[in-house]
Nanobody, 118 residues
Framework: QVSLEESGGGLVQPGGSLRLSCAAS????????MGWYRQVPGKDHDLVAK?????????KESVKGRFIISIARDNTNSTVYLQMHNLKPEDTAVYFC??????????WGPGTQVTVSS
């Protein structure tokens, strides 16, 4: 059985920081490239950061230098983190973690809301 559960979101002022966590249960998540996506109303999930099984990280241009993805894996579970600094109002979204390779197959966790506002 697999599951995803994101946490750590909240309301933060512009320039602030948050650290998101994602508990990914199941070997499927342990052996694949994982990423953080975000979604705003009316739009699809948008990939903002990913980390390969070898630890290579890639970021959406608009978050480079501000977001850091990391992961702790074992054979059956993973915890994926997203450290976010210098947050901007345009970072406001619901944040989800999921596989990147292979692409998500329709299953998503509940997500965690990040709101950046003064």
């Amino acid at each position: 059985q697999v599951s995803l559960e994101e946490s750590g979101g909240g309301l933060v002022q512009p320039g602030g920081s948050l650290r998101l966590s994602c508990a990914a249960s199941g070997r499927f998540f342990s052996i694949n490239t994982m990423g953080w996506y975000r979604q705003v109303p009316g739009k699809d999930h948008d990939l903002v950061a990913k980390i390969s099984t070898g630890g290579t990280t890639t970021y959406k241009e608009s978050v480079k230098g501000r977001f850091i993805i990391s992961i702790a894996r074992d054979n059956t579970n993973s915890t994926v983190y997203l450290q976010m600094h210098n947050l901007k109002p345009e970072d406001t979204a619901v944040y989800f973690c999921n596989t990147v390779l292979p692409a998500p197959d329709g299953y998503w966790g509940p997500g965690t809301q990040v709101t950046v506002s003064s």
